[in-house]
């Protein structure tokens, strides 16, 4: 699968508990046995139909080439989701993006690629 970078949305406040083995392991993996991820054409759907109530979100950047475990690529809707089966090492997060609302009450996330 070659994509330049997968994005995984949390709550802020769980930034500390999700990482503190030094793995990424979000309450999503203990629910579903998956860390689901999206692509960046993805990520801005799914934080406003899947987070509705929350203000606030982080958005994690992990580099693909930084995982060592298989990954599921599955359709939901229109959103390709990427499921990890295994939680990884929090060296492969490149970074993290505060996000908020906006006064409408929907989040903007605009992924640019440069060659």
């Known amino acids: 699968m070659e994509n330049d970078l997968y994005f995984c949305l949390i709550e ?10 030094g793995n990424f392991i979000p309450d999503s993996f203990a629910e579903s046995g998956f860390i689901n991820c999206y692509l960046s054409n ?7 139909t899947t987070y509705t109530d929350e203000t606030e979100l982080l958005l994690v950047v992990i ?15 229109e959103t390709s989701v990427l499921k990890l089966s295994e939680t990884f090492s929090i060296d492969a997060i490149i970074d993290r993006i505060r996000l ?9 996330i605009h992924i640019k690629h440069f060659d």
Not at 42 to 48: I, K
Not at 63 to 77: F, V
């Open 42 to 48: 993805d990520v801005e759907t799914v934080a406003n």
């Open 100 to 108: 908020k609302k906006s006064k409408k009450g929907r989040f903007s």
């Open 12 to 21: 802020p406040d769980s930034w500390k508990s999700v990482t503190q083995t």
């Open 63 to 77: 580099d693909p080439l930084r995982i060592h475990s298989p990954i599921k690529k599955e359709k939901e809707g």
